[in-house]
């Protein structure tokens, strides 16, 4: 199995910056079988929504309302996936779930136990 543990939340000023890391561990091989990388958020009353997914090659896709905000990346050799945020807004409070993907599935097949992030304006 793999674990994924995140950090870096916390409260912040609305405007300001966070930076949310996640690192995945336990089995090799299926650390190595990992696809698409993401997070997700979920913010009070309200659905979990995926906010930037990565490829292992590197090519990003976000939701619409973090466009030019936040930056996901990836360091493969370190098992690590990071949400930099920007410019946050109080809409952006929320749990932050890093997630990953076996290349054979079509869902995400692990998830971090969450971070919540609270934007105060």
């Known amino acids: 199995q793999v674990q994924l543990v995140e950090s870096g939340g916390g409260s912040v000023q609305a405007g300001g910056s966070q930076r949310l890391s996640c690192t995945a561990s336990?089995?090799?091989?299926?650390?190595?079988?990992?696809?698409?990388m993401g997070w997700y958020r979920q913010g009070p009353g309200k659905q979990r929504e995926l906010v930037a997914t990565i490829t292992n090659d590197g090519t990003t896709n976000y939701v619409d309302s973090v466009k030019g905000r936040f930056t996901i990346s990836r360091d493969n050799a370190n098992n690590t996936v990071f949400l930099q945020m920007n410019s946050l807004k109080p809409e952006d409070t929320a749990v932050y779930f890093c997630?990953?993907?076996?290349?054979?599935?079509?869902?995400?097949?692990?998830w971090g136990q969450g971070t919540q992030v609270t934007v105060v304006s």
């Open positions: 997630s990953a993907r076996l290349v054979w599935n079509t869902e995400p097949t692990y």
């Open positions: 336990g089995s090799t091989f299926r650390i190595n079988a990992m696809g698409i």
